[in-house]
């Protein structure tokens, strides 16, 4: 056989499968204007009009997911979204069908970009973040009545082991309460996002540095006792479980 | 006579986004279709809300994430967490479509057409065989809608469905909205699809509504599977057409967009429950002439 000549196999099916995915999640399929084939192997004889519709149709269910997931932080992109959006989708095709993954897939997209080129406004990567701590909430929360908690020496607690805590450049929180006109301001912040009890939506609010640091140590079931008599624990305890910080049994 | 009554009962495929609704208005429902995955990867409190509706209403399940048509092994783990849920639903049967979204590598979460060869059909008989073994209630296949051919198809739609569900004793999942829309994309006849359908293959039925779409690089428009809109009377009248041949379980209003538009809902699952009844009352009316000309 001359040393130039292949012999041409037939592709299996999953190798045309994976071939047809790889070209409905690229650019060129979903943003493409050429008319021209494919570069794909193993494409040819496929109609490429209905391939690109349906390339955009999942783009665009796909999107859905990931905008549901940072309103904001896509509000705050303004103009760059389309950018944002094009590079995301050459470096990062779809891989899995759940929201969370989606959602995590774009944020580690444009942490690595922001690293690179910081972000404006410069608060965006704490919004992601948050953002992307909200939608795990969503997902992972079960329903928590409010109990009123009575504070004493025979409780135990711990910290609770669905709050996310974000140390954060910029005070964000005027991002997520829509206050008119409020900037996030500049400060080295911890910020917890948690579903509180009784609530069925994600909330952020400031834990002071202190009782961060509090929070961290309680990472195992703790007595009451074993924080001794400090003025003010007792308020400070029901407070942090009545913010669905801490769980409390008795 | 059905599992969920003497007639096909009319529900609609349940929706976490409007379940606090769904679950104020199940007086308006004859049952629910789950869709398995929701339970087993969208958290605790999306599955702790559709297993609360046990014992309040019945639900039948469906599923999104198998990829039958992927040309790789059943995921047996996969199969496994839908035997737990369909068990904990209770559900009658179980369904999925016939089609792939994934290969490795890459997943489309968007339902893809199969080469329609007897070659493919082989593999995938082979794996309804193996669900069959590991689900123990009766599966179905659903026809998809589709926008592109492979091009070396060499049967029908409907060639491809029956000679599947011939072999392994498979069930259909009819969408009539899917079949419309293909027949209007693609250009053959739907009432020619049903006729070609063995008597009683139906089991259950979806119907939807969807959207015209328009792009310039498309040389007409074409009719998009959006399940966002008001079922369009063609579908209803496909409708009509399988309930004349068929006896399906249920009957399931399929809505993921414009959840909030309740009246529409509502409005459709009062239209479909009128050709269900009007069916019924057609069916019995031919059961006693024949009767009495017995």
């Not at chain 2, 009962?9 to 104020?24: F, L, N």
């Not at chain 2, 398995?36 to 999306?46: E, F, L, M, N």
Request: one cysteine or more.
């Amino acid at each position: 056989m001359p040393r130039n000549m292949r012999i041409v196999m037939p592709a299996s099916l999953l190798q045309r499968q994976i071939d047809l995915l790889e070209y409905l999640t690229s650019a060129d399929a979903i943003f493409g204007e050429s008319a021209d084939a494919p570069s794909v192997p193993h494409l040819q004889g496929f109609d490429l009009a209905p391939l690109r519709l349906e390339a955009r149709f999942s783009h665009e269910k796909r999107m859905e997911k990931i905008i549901a997931a940072f309103p904001r932080t896509f509000e705050l992109l303004g103009g760059d979204q389309a950018t944002v959006v094009r590079d995301f989708v050459a470096a990062c095709p779809s891989v899995d069908i759940r929201r969370i993954e989606n959602a995590r897939q774009f944020y580690d997209f444009v942490c690595a970009r922001w690293e690179a080129k910081p972000p404006q406004p410069p608060y965006l990567r704490d919004v992601a973040s948050c953002e992307l701590a909200m939608t795990r909430l969503r997902i992972k929360h079960k329903a928590r009545p409010a109990q009123p908690v009575a504070a004493g020496r025979a409780i135990r607690f711990r910290r609770d082991r669905d709050a996310v805590f974000l140390p954060c450049a910029y005070d964000i929180r005027p991002v997520f309460e829509g206050g008119p006109g409020e900037a996030p301001q500049r400060r080295d912040v911890v910020l917890a996002s948690l579903v509180p009890p009784g609530s069925g939506q994600p909330a952020v609010f400031e834990v002071p540095a202190p009782v961060y640091g509090l929070l961290v140590e309680l990472d195992n079931w703790t007595d009451r006792a074993a924080l001794g008599g400090m003025e003010g624990m007792d308020e400070l305890i029901t407070d942090l479980a009545e913010h669905g910080l801490l769980e409390v049994i008795r | 006579m059905t599992p969920y009554g003497p007639s096909p009962a009319v529900g609609i495929g349940y929706r976490s986004a409007i379940g606090d609704w769904t679950r104020d208005n199940l007086a308006h429902f004859d049952m629910l279709e789950v869709t398995v995955d929701h339970c087993i990867s969208s958290g605790d409190s999306v599955a702790s809300e559709i297993f609360d509706l046990v014992g309040r209403i019945p639900m039948t399940a469906h599923g999104i994430g198998l990829s039958i048509g992927t040309d790789v092994p059943v995921d047996l783990a996969y199969l496994d967490k839908v035997a737990s849920v369909v068990q904990r639903l209770q559900a009658p049967a179980y369904s999925e479509h016939l089609a792939f979204t994934r290969a490795p590598g890459r997943d489309l979460a968007n339902l893809l057409p199969l080469p329609k060869t007897e070659e493919v059909a082989e593999a995938i008989i082979s794996k309804v065989c193996l669900i069959q073994s590991r689900i123990p209630v009766p599966f179905l296949l659903e026809n998809i809608s589709y926008l592109f051919e492979w091009p070396e198809s060499r049967m029908t739609d409907v060639e491809f469905l029956n000679l599947i569900c011939r072999e392994t004793g498979a069930g259909l999942l009819l969408d009539v909205e899917n079949l419309f829309l293909n027949a209007q994309n693609h250009g053959f006849d739907p009432v020619a699809f049903l006729n070609d359908l063995p008597a009683g293959i139906v089991k259950e039925v979806h119907v939807a509504g969807g959207v015209t779409v328009q792009k310039d690089f498309l040389a007409c428009p074409f009719l998009a599977d959006s399940h966002s809109h008001p079922v369009p009377d063609g579908a209803l009248d496909l409708l009509d057409h399988v309930l004349a041949k068929h006896r399906p379980d249920v009957v399931v209003l399929e809505r993921d967009d414009r959840l909030l538009e309740f009246d529409e809902i509502l409005s459709d699952i009062r239209r479909i429950r009128a050709r269900v009844d009007a069916a019924q009352h057609e069916n019995s009316h031919a059961s006693e002439l024949v009767a009495a000309s017995d």
